[in-house]
């Protein structure tokens, strides 16, 4: 059933607003995918944080514009299903890439992040980046180790004075 000109609107304006606050996409081939296959995709996506849509590329064109995505607009042909990952840059991708692990007739055709068109083989790398938890861990991480080799540095100077002490006191009770 086509849709009218109202419900194209809305479509393009969802679409539009997932995408300016999306991290990361990802296009999609989804043809020979029956409908269970389809909507296990989205279970798992809805679960990750991802936003999965099948909009027509007209719909999907206009939609993209003014946003980071808009590096997709020349790539969108055939039937494809758009993914948006609103937590982190990585979530679009671990979901496309476990997905594509069971179903063959899922092809990822491209992956947009930061406003750069990347390759499909590029999606284990994205799919490998660290969620926003693991990200704040690396950052914290980062940020303690020279306080804590400078507290370490601070402590062995008295600790080692104490040893040279003892190893004195020890040299003249021998003598």
Do not use: W
Request: aromatic share 6%.
């Amino acid at each position: 059933m086509p849709l009218n000109f109202a419900q194209k609107e809305a479509v393009v304006a969802e679409v539009s607003e997932v995408a300016r606050n999306a991290y990361s996409a990802i296009g999609a081939e989804y043809r020979g995918l029956t409908v269970a296959e389809m909507t296990a995709l989205r279970l798992k996506a809805r679960e990750a944080g991802v936003y999965v849509r099948v909009v027509k590329n007209t719909l999907a064109r206009r939609a993209l514009v003014d946003t980071e995505f808009e590096c997709m607009t020349e790539a969108l042909k055939g039937p494809l299903v758009l993914a948006f990952g609103r937590n982190d840059p990585g979530s679009v991708a671990r979901v496309a890439k476990e997905f594509a692990k069971d179903h063959g007739k899922f092809q990822v055709q491209m992956i947009a992040l930061s406003g750069q068109l990347l390759a499909p083989t590029e999606l284990d790398k994205v799919a490998k980046m660290p969620t926003y938890d693991e990200a704040i861990s690396l950052l914290m991480a980062t940020m303690k180790a020279p306080v804590q080799k400078l507290t370490s540095t601070l402590n062995e100077v008295p600790g080692k004075l104490v040893r040279t002490i003892a190893a004195v006191r020890e040299a003249k009770e021998a003598a």
